[in-house]
Nanobody
Framework: QVQLVESGGGLVQPGGSLRLSCAAS????????MRWYRQASGKERVLVAT????????IHADSVKGRFTITRDNLKNTVSLQMNSLRPEDTAVYYC?????????WGQGTQVTVSS
């Protein structure tokens, strides 16, 4: 059974940092492309960052480029999102996503709130 469990969300002041983590199990993690999405209240879910299976290539949305960094550890089966210089508009539920030949899998999400 595929499981993706996010952690690390919370309340942070503007300009602050958070590190989200996603622990994966139930599939061959090193074969999967991993992504982070976010969904603000009342808005569609949008792609934030992607990392290839070996971690050799990363892509970040323009809105987070230079502030967020996606990484992965294929020995620990985890993917992380380091978020710096957070802004109120980064407030959203953040979702971990795995893509492989057999499908697309989602975590339950973790809330990030950026507010003073």
């Amino acid at each position: 059974q595929v499981q993706l469990v996010e952690s690390g969300g919370g309340l942070v002041q503007p300009g602050g940092s958070l590190r989200l983590s996603c622990a994966a199990s139930g599939f061959t993690f090193s074969n999967a492309v991993m992504r982070w999405y976010r969904q603000a209240s009342g808005k569609e879910r949008v792609l934030v960052a992607t990392i290839t299976s070996a971690g050799s290539t990363t892509i970040h949305a323009d809105s987070v480029k230079g502030r967020f960094t996606i990484t992965r550890d294929n020995l620990k089966n985890t993917v992380s999102l380091q978020m710096n210089s957070l802004r109120p508009e980064d407030t959203a539920v953040y979702y971990c996503c795995a893509l492989n030949l057999w499908g697309t899998y989602w975590g339950q999400g973790t809330q990030v709130t950026v507010s003073s």
